[in-house]
Structure formats: structure tokens, C-alpha cells
């Protein structure tokens, strides 16, 4: 069963509304790409077909304000597409928006609602639950957007907590620098859930709709370990192992705690989609190493609480926080972009519905 460790929410200045500026920085640095994709790709012929109603989904939405960003973005590409290719002369011609925010059932929906925009063009619903599962019916989407949400895994392979196993992930809570098996209990874990999202998606999307995905990965002809996010949760690390130091955590429980996060080389994430048989890929790129900051307190917090406090218990959380944030590196090096050759890079994916 898929465990759930959402983003924090609210709006306090632990919470993910409040800390998602390196996410928002990520995908604005795609818009042109994300612009692009869809004025070249999306068939109109084929929607013109079907009901008027262009339907859109935001796939690991968190709680805003990127996705209203966007989902903005997306809305104003498809309408350059209508104006372009139909000849359509007002708004009035174009197709009704009907926008499904999804993240997992934890997630903080009333928030997100709350501070939905006014002025928006669009219908919206809320939709709870995995993405690793179905969440819609049959042929139903034309779009689907997903932004830095599928590193996640549903689940922390169980190799990694077993003393007896050769992945046994002793003194670390990713495979940054990890021995070859726990690389691969990763990668095993990844295969099954990512199978699972292309597999429901290939259901979901109405033929000829696309789905565009920006995901953390590594480099052609790389390890597991040696490109992963693990720079990034560094400071995380450290401060845990600093804990135990002090005896305000137990080694066993340090031992046992990993972050379930995986970041895919082209090779695997391009055959993991091609098993799918019923998605196209129009491209499958890198767009670069990923720029990054080191997270401050509430920037990591916002990130990593649930899952911190799930398996290491709510006592742990102050303490732990008031430490990392009196980290000399995260003093140094939260202001400025820190270049690691071991970070992942980004993929830009577009991938199109077969037509049946």
C-alpha cells in the first residue's frame, strides 16, 4: 500500500506555499519549452471531434501557487493553438477549461481552494489520491501536466531497512554514494511505480491528448549513485547524523529512515513508458543540471516533515530544525546556487495518446 507524506500546509512560514520558490524556478525555466510543446503538438482536428469541454490535469499540485502558474501557462498555449489552427476570433469560441488539481488525499485542498485565483478562466475540481493508481475515467484528459512531483516513490523499498540485506542503507538517507544494491532496490521500487502512473495515464488520456511531464533525473551512462538529489538533502543528512552524535536520536532509528526519492537515467525512464504500448514519445531531453540553493530550515521542513515525523517521531521535529538551521553550510549556502557535478538534472517529457 502507497504511503502518503505530503507537502506542509497552511500558509505559515514552514509551509510548502511559503518555501516552493526552487520548484516554481524549475518550471519557469521550462515555460518556453512547455509554450512550445503544446502550439506544435496538440491536435486540434482530433479534439474538434469530440465535446468542447478541453480538460486539464495538474498531477502532484501541492498546495499553490505554482500550479496556478501553470495551469495558466497551459491554458494560454492551448489558446494560442485554438486562435492559430480553428481561426478562432474570441474567447467566447474556444472550449470551456475545466482544471482537476490532484495530489495525494493529505494534501491540503482547503488551502489550495482558498486561494484560488479570482479572475481565473477556468472550471476546477479537486482530486485526491495517487498518481501512482487511476484517478480518472477512461479517455477523459487532454492534458496532463505533472512538475517535480514523480521522483517520489510510494513507498521506501523494504531492502533498505533490513540489517541482513546487502541493501541495508546503514548511516544514509539516499543512495547518493550508496553501494551498488541499494541503487538498485531504488531503481526496482521506481520501475514498479512509475509503470503504474504510465499505465493509468495511458487509460486517462483521450486520444491524440499529451502529457508533459518535468522530472529529476541523471545523466546518460550514470549510477544510481552517482547522480541523485542527495546533494540537495545533504544538510538533512548531516544534521540527523549530528543527532545521534549528541544522543538525541537513536542510530537504529537514523539507520532505518530513508527519503523515497529516485531520479531515472533517459535509457530507463524512456523504456519504463514504451512498455506503456499506448504512448508516444515526442521528447524525451535533458535540459540541463539542476540549479539549486541549500535549503533553509523551513524550505527542507516544508519538504520532509510528514514522512520526518512518521518515522522518527513529532518529538524529533523542533529539535532537529533548531540544529539544521545553525548549519554552517546552510548559513554559506542557502543564498547562493551551489554547482555539484553528483546533482541530478532535469528531463523535459512529452508524451502523446495513441489514437485508437
Known amino acids: 500500500m502507497a504511503e502518503e507524506f505530503p507537502m506542509t500546509g497552511g500558509d505559515g512560514p514552514n509551509s510548502y506555499a511559503k518555501n516552493s520558490n526552487a520548484a516554481a524556478k524549475a518550471a519557469d525555466g521550462a515555460k518556453a519549452m512547455l509554450v512550445a510543446a503544446i502550439f506544435e503538438n496538440l491536435d486540434i482536428e482530433t479534439l474538434q471531434s469530440r465535446p468542447t469541454t478541453f480538460r486539464i490535469a495538474d498531477l502532484g499540485c501541492s498546495v499553490g501557487p505554482n500550479t496556478f502558474i501553470q495551469v495558466d501557462n497551459i491554458i494560454d498555449a492551448v489558446s494560442q493553438k485554438y486562435h492559430k489552427k480553428s481561426k478562432v476570433q474570441s474567447a467566447g469560441e474556444l472550449p470551456e477549461f475545466q482544471v482537476y488539481f490532484s495530489d495525494l488525499v493529505s494534501n491540503d485542498f482547503n488551502y489550495l481552494f482558498s486561494t484560488l485565483p479570482r479572475d481565473r478562466q477556468y472550471f476546477t475540481a479537486g482530486v485526491p489520491g495517487s498518481f501512482h493508481g487511476r484517478l480518472f475515467p477512461e479517455a477523459s484528459l487532454n492534458f496532463v501536466y505533472s512538475a517535480y512531483a514523480l521522483h517520489w516513490l510510494s513507498k521506501i523499498p523494504d531492502e533498505l531497512r533490513d540489517i541482513n540485506s546487502p541493501a541495508f542503507n546503514k548511516g544514509r538517507i539516499l543512495y547518493g554514494n550508496a553501494p ?33 511531464l518535468l522530472i529529476p533525473g541523471r545523466p546518460h551512462g550514470t549510477l544510481p549513485a552517482q547522480n541523485s538529489l542527495a546533494p540537495y538533502f545533504q544538510p538533512l543528512e548531516s544534521t540527523l547524523a549530528d543527532m545521534v552524535n549528541k544522543g538525541l536520536l537513536s542510530e537504529d532509528k537514523f539507520d532505518s529512515f530513508n527519503l523515497p526519492v529516485y531520479c531515472p537515467s533517459v535509457e530507463e525512464l524512456g523504456a519504463l513508458i514504451e512498455e506503456t504500448g499506448c504512448l508516444d514519445i515526442l521528447t524525451l531531453e535533458s535540459i540541463g543540471q539542476m540549479p539549486f540553493s541549500l535549503p533553509s530550515a523551513q524550505g527542507c521542513r516544508a519538504g520532509t516533515e510528514s514522512i520526518l515525523r512518521k518515522h522518527l517521531g513529532d518529538e524529533i521535529i523542533e529539535p532537529l530544525f533548531d540544529l539544521y538551521s545553525k548549519n554552517k553550510n546552510i548559513a554559506a549556502g542557502s543564498a547562493s546556487l551551489v554547482h555539484d557535478d553528483s546533482m541530478a538534472v532535469g528531463f523535459f517529457v512529452l508524451v502523446k495518446r495513441k489514437l485508437l
Open 180 to 212: 551498488y544494491e541499494v541503487g538498485q532496490a531504488y531503481s526496482a521500487q521506481y520501475a514498479k511505480d512509475i509503470k503504474s502512473f504510465f499505465h493509468a495515464r495511458g487509460q486517462e488520456l483521450a486520444p491524440g491528448g499529451l502529457m508533459l
